[in-house]
């Protein structure tokens, strides 16, 4: 079903560029793809996009109160075993065997005692709208499509904090943006922001949803009407450059249509965050993201030739696309990481790369995690890490265990049940201490193998072995599946998080033992009834230091107030971070969750200075979201 | 002043522990004691010596061996660091500064055998059962020990009034099936021939008494200690007075070790630590005429074998009964819970040495003082400790007087028990086995056996009223600060509460030395004071004044003389600050002097420290 002229126009554009992926890009890297026109649209419910995947109403595909697409989820069928919804995912309509004795063993939880979330999204108990009638007048001149419906309202309030999503269950609501529009290119958003700083309308960016930072919690003190600006309708790949080996994006795609659209073409960005399904590149930039394959790839700030912005003073962007520049402090840094404080950002020239010829998983046993430790310190210093590399500690590692789906062949858990012998009983690991390393190489087969082997020469130093593609993968596809689990636990009264830190290496054995130790103590303090799950792992390698995530979830049948209890925990948790030489994020954020650290984190004339330039940008706080300072 | 306002701040400070100390003296929970000897006298030495020896350790470790003890801290990165430091300082071969570290380390590592213990726990298996009636011990603070080991790195700081000390605590642990600790020991035990070995298989490390400057020996030092106590190898014990007390008080506490076993935990290298203070009270010490005369000038023997040996004749006398009570363990996190930004270690490589910043200082120091204060509160106290304050009230009477009467039987008595029903109400901890059993004993000071001149017999007597003050100080911390508060009082021009607590500031710093007051708590110690007397209605206090109770002049006279032999010693030391004791002696002939205490080298130690504190004396190099 199409809807008008300019929709038939970019359908036929996409069918182009899909043709030209086929043919593995031998079109004229200059006029590989055309520039889509731009022009508003019709306020009407946006038709299906072929090809792409965040519809205007997103409900249509995703859930309002919990992770990820409608038709994924865990649950426990019938006879009680667990199982995975869905088409989307290696794991969705497998039966996962272990995972109710998991969440029974390590919880106390119990399949008797059920949380359900309230069904359905009630508009009653949403605050009614607060609109800006000159504002709505003007912007409805401009074509560009708004909605003050309830469920897209509310859809914007949250990001996917344990806190938001627990009061969504409960169907509770705070304050919600009043309306919420979907500019479809650059030069919507410009009039857009015009149109708040002339009317003194409250703006915050919403890009893929998927913060963990209360980022996109609306200030409940905003008095002004608030508008979510969504950016997921600037979608397009606007170029490709294949002489520099650059794309001009639009800043609204979501990580999975970048990477798909780009490997039609022969390309990739190979910026992969965990988030990659939702999270847009717009969120990239302005939370400083960082990629599982940023050992070849890099960071965002490495990837990142061009930004484009839009703020209340006009536009900002450099004049050229020149590698490196010496001019002044780089003024991408004052956008990368601004956290939807300063305006929106709309374009993005990045760094691609010919998509890899070859890709291997693999994974390592280590007898414990200190082993473990030192392996990727080694590997770290010889500048030899894989795309990726990922230290889970023990507790993780029968976590891992615990989703493996069910094998169909005697064969194959007959093998399963060799390994298991020969690391516990003829290596002598303790399978109580034993840790796991997954591993993703990539590039030219030689170089792959060549790779690979120098890794595992290096881990056998370190008394690991290794342990086969199978693990390694599945390790990684666990990545997109864990905040699905994260709901199925709230089904039955735990809850849990992920935090994250970076740390010089001499302190990770330290971080990882004190934070751990904390969460247990700070949960028995605060009257948690049950032991909870205090995990981590070393997620990214550095020179001089390596990315740590925590994750941390309770039982909390018996507490009056869990989310409260979750929080103090969670605070004790980051205050244990910090003082254990860590930061106070390493790419999540800061958003409002972790504010009051700032001061401390940047000094007081850190703090100052980038309270100048927000004042400067911005100084009547149109986009008032409150993030950072 | 507001009572309620800094019980409102230590409240607010989460300091929970110690106001409820400050409001409830009385309610204080204590464990029951067990004697450990009554077994030993009822089942073999030799099968207990050679029983099987299973201690649980820090997070179920295995045990280490003292060669790799050494060689993980040859090879620590803070001993490298200082190792190249010194060598680059003195342009000496690193090589060479290395083997320095190796030596030092050889001369200070303990080589803890299980055999030497055994060897150990056969004789003083029959030693202690000859010399004392019973030793006994809080089997639930052993418990409480037993799990702090098993779930942080633990640190013992037992009170050290004895010789005795140390090895009593290895044998209660060896007895209890505990992991055996490690013990900072002084480098004289070394002199003594076989037996400085003996200690070190028993687990001693010996240091040396001072070696300010020497950065090597600091890091070497340091960087072993800690090594064992991060690792969770061994409970690490030592003493936090230093050295023994030869007064029966608490001395000021020593912070050199303390700063060490916390650094791993400031440093983010253990989760937590836990500190054990152990309080170890004695009816009658083995050293009680050593240190008399040792106090009066007379020197104090050199450690030796043959010393040792001759002082066997200890073994036909009776030195009653040792209670020791393990105190709940003490979290060094929950202690530096919201006094240390632990984020100062983060810009500097952490195993550079630095000069711990004033905030740390300030923290050790005041941990110090309460874990002193914790040891002080779990002493036991014997009716001998109260007969010897009467006693030695009414001897300065007496004294005063010119007579030498002593005290009739039946007021001591009534007295005793007055005293025992304040004590009590003062939350003392007081073991009190039954009036008839007590008052078997002596009732007032002797007399001098042979005179032959005076000066001999004012030694001979001041040994006497030294031992007995000595056995009058183990209680004197039940009363220390109500104590400065009644002599405040009667300083104080007036009833005026600024008044009094101008003087009780005045008193309370003067003696800081001399008692274990933490600096900068004299507010929270003069609402202590108040509270206290109050609260057992020797006391009112109304918006503006302090007035004694008609039943209260009793407590406060009792109280006011309690200090009166120290504030003298401080007075006599104002007047005579450029003499030298000798003159002292001379000074006590015409009666001058009420308190033949003023003698004690220690009071005068402690007043001269305090003087030169306040500016009063100036010390000029000749």
Redesign the interface.
């Known amino acids: 079903m199409l809807g008008n002229t300019s929709d038939r126009q970019r359908i036929a554009q996409q069918r182009l560029r899909i043709i030209a992926g086929h043919l593995q890009g031998p079109v004229d890297g200059d006029s590989a793809i055309l520039a889509a026109e731009c022009k508003a649209q019709g306020s009407k419910t946006d038709v299906c996009r072929e090809g792409k995947t965040v519809p205007r109403r997103r409900q249509e595909i995703m859930k309002w109160n919990g992770w990820g697409y409608s038709d994924s989820k865990f649950l426990f069928n019938k006879k009680g075993q667990a199982e995975f919804t869905g088409k989307r995912y290696r794991l969705s309509g497998m039966i996962i065997p272990g995972l109710k004795d998991w969440m029974e063993g390590t919880f106390g939880a119990n399949l008797q005692h059920k949380t359900p979330a309230t069904p359905l999204l009630t508009s009653s108990a949403v605050q009614p709208a607060t609109l800006n009638k000159a504002f709505l007048e003007e912007l409805k001149s401009t074509g560009i499509p708004f909605s003050h419906d309830a469920e897209d309202r509310v859809f914007r309030a949250h990001g996917h904090c344990l806190h938001e999503i627990f009061a969504l269950r409960e169907g509770k609501f705070g304050r919600v943006p009043d309306m919420v529009v979907w500019p479809n290119c650059h030069n919507d958003v410009v009039k857009i922001v015009e149109l708040a700083c002339k009317h003194n309308v409250c703006v915050i960016p919403y890009g893929g949803g998927t913060s963990v930072s209360s980022a996109l919690e609306c200030p409940p003190e905003e008095t002004r009407s608030i508008v979510s600006l969504d950016t997921s309708q600037m979608n397009r790949i606007l170029w490709i450059d294949e002489k520099n080996l650059t794309a001009h994006v639009e800043a609204g795609i979501v990580g999975q249509d970048l990477e798909r659209l780009l490997n039609e073409s022969g390309y990739c960005t190979g910026h992969e965050p965990d988030s990659m399904e939702f999270s847009s590149l717009g969120g990239w930039v302005a939370t400083r993201a960082s990629g599982m394959k940023k050992n070849i790839y890099g960071n965002i700030e490495d990837l990142v030739i061009h930004i484009r912005m839009v703020t209340p003073r006009g536009v900002i962007e450099k004049s050229c696309q020149g590698p490196r520049m010496s001019t002044g402090p780089d003024i991408h840094h004052f956008i990368m990481g601004s956290e939807g404080t300063l305006g929106v950002v709309t374009e993005v020239t990045m760094k691609i790369r010919p998509m890899p010829e070859y890709q291997k998983y693999g994974s390592v046993v280590f007898p414990n995690f200190e082993q473990g430790v030192a392996c990727l310190r080694e590997v770290a210093k010889q500048r030899c890490a894989p795309a990726s590399i990922r230290l889970m500690d023990n507790e993780q590692f029968k976590f891992g265990h615990a989703l493996k789906p069910q094998v169909s062949s005697i064969f194959t858990s007959f093998l399963d049940g060799l390994k298991t012998f020969y690391i516990t009983k003829f290596k002598g690991f303790d399978p109580n201490r034993l840790c796991v390393a997954t591993l993703l190489f990539e590039g030219d087969r030689e170089k792959v193998l060549q790779h690979e082997k120098q890794v595992y020469d290096i881990a056998a130093k370190f008394g690991g072995l290794a342990a086969g593609e199978d693990n390694g993968q599945r390790g990684y596809m666990l990545t997109f599946v864990i905040a699905y689990l994260r709901d199925l636990g709230m089904d039955y009264y735990v809850i849990g998080e992920s935090f994250e830190t970076s740390v010089p290496w001499d302190r990770v054995l330290d971080i990882c033992r004190n934070v751990k130790a904390r969460i247990i103590q700070e949960c028995k303090d605060k009257g948690v009834q049950f032991p909870p799950l205090s995990t981590c792992r070393v997620t990214q390698t550095y020179d001089t230091g390596a990315c740590v995530y925590f994750y941390f979830a309770f039982n909390y049948r018996g507490l009056s107030d869990p989310v409260h209890v979750y929080e103090q925990v969670e605070h004790a948790a980051r205050e244990e971070i910090l003082a254990n030489g860590g930061s106070l994020s390493h790419h999540h954020g800061v958003g409002k969750l972790r504010k009051e650290w700032m001061r401390d984190t940047v000094s007081n004339v850190g703090v100052g200075m980038l309270k100048s330039v927000k004042d400067y940008v911005d100084p009547d706080n149109i986009f008032g979201n409150r993030n950072l300072l | 002043f507001n009572l309620l306002l800094p019980i409102i701040t230590l409240l607010r400070r989460g300091d929970l522990s110690c106001s409820s100390v400050v409001l409830n003296p009385m309610l204080k929970k204590r464990d029951d004691f067990e004697d450990m000897l009554e077994e030993r006298r009822n089942s073999s030495d030799l099968r207990y010596a050679l029983r099987c020896y299973t201690p649980v350790l820090y997070k179920g470790l295995a045990p280490c061996k003292a060669s790799m003890l050494k060689s993980m801290v040859l090879q620590s990165d803070q001993l490298h660091h200082v190792i190249g430091q010194v060598s680059r300082e003195t342009g000496r071969a690193a090589d060479d500064v290395q083997e320095e570290a190796s030596a030092i380390l050889e001369e200070m590592a303990h080589c803890l055998q299980l055999s030497t213990v055994r060897f150990f726990a056969f004789t003083l298996s029959k030693v202690f059962k000859t010399l004392f009636r019973s030793i006994c011990v809080n089997e639930e603070g052993i418990q409480r020990l037993q799990q702090a080991i098993q779930e942080h790195p633990v640190v013992l700081l037992p009170s050290h009034r004895s010789y005795m000390d140390f090895l009593l605590m290895s044998y209660i642990l060896y007895t209890y099936d505990i992991a055996l600790p490690v013990i900072a020991a002084g480098m004289d035990f070394m002199g003594m021939k076989f037996v400085g070995e003996m200690l070190r298989m028993s687990g001693a490390f010996f240091i040396r008494r001072s070696f300010g400057g020497d950065k090597l020996y600091w890091s070497v030092f340091s960087e072993y200690v800690k090594t064992m106590l991060k690792n969770g190898f061994a409970p690490v014990e030592f003493f936090l007075e230093g050295t023994r007390s030869r007064t029966s008080k608490s001395l000021t506490p020593k912070l050199g070790l303390l700063n060490i076993v916390m650094d791993p935990y400031l440093k ?2 253990v ?2 630590i836990n500190v054990v203070p152990v309080s170890i009270s004695y009816e009658r010490i083995l050293e009680e005429a050593l240190y008399a005369r040792e106090m009066l000038g007379v020197p104090k023997p050199k450690e030796s074998t043959s010393g040792l040996f001759k002082a066997r004749k200890v073994l036909s006398e009776d030195y009653g009964s040792i209670h020791v009570y393990f105190g709940q363990p003490v979290s060094v996190r929950s202690l530096a819970q919201g006094r240390v ?3 100062q ?2 810009l500097v ?2 195993h550079i040495p630095r000069r711990p910043s004033e905030e740390i200082q300030s923290f050790v120091n005041d941990s110090a003082y309460r874990l002193v204060r914790a040891q002080e509160e779990n002493m036991v106290l014997k009716p001998w400790v109260l007969l010897a304050s009467l006693l030695l009230q009414n001897h300065h009477q007496d004294q005063t007087a010119g007579q030498k009467r002593g005290m009739v039987l039946e007021e001591l008595t009534a007295q005793a028990v007055w005293l025992r029903d304040m004590f009590r109400e003062y939350g003392a901890f007081l073991h009190w086995p039954g009036m008839n059993t007590v008052l078997s004993g002596q009732v007032k000071p002797g007399e001098p056996h042979s005179t032959v001149t005076p000066e001999e017999e004012l030694l001979s007597q001041a040994v006497i009223v030294l031992s007995c003050a000595s056995y009058r100080n183990q209680g004197l911390h039940v009363f220390l600060r109500p104590a400065l508060l009644a002599s405040a009082i009667n300083a104080a021009s007036s009833n005026l509460k600024q008044e009094v607590f101008n003087s009780f500031s005045f008193l309370r710093n003067m003696f800081s030395n001399e008692f274990i007051l933490c600096p900068g708590a004299t507010v929270q110690d003069f609402e202590e004071a108040c509270y206290l007397l109050v609260k057992t209605g020797a006391l009112q206090v109304t918006q503006q004044e302090l007035l004694v109770t008609e039943r209260g002049q009793r407590t406060v006279a009792f109280l006011t003389s309690m200090l009166d032999p120290f504030l003298q010693g401080y007075q006599v030391r104002e007047t005579l600050y450029k003499m030298f004791s000798p003159c002292l002696v001379r000074l006590c002939f015409p009666g001058r002097l009420r308190y033949t205490e003023v003698l004690s080298s220690d009071l005068q130690k402690n007043s001269l420290a305090a003087l030169l504190r306040l500016g009063a004396v100036q010390k000029i190099k000749a």
């Open positions: 983010g290298e989760y937590d930004n632990r984020c270690f983060n490589p952490r």
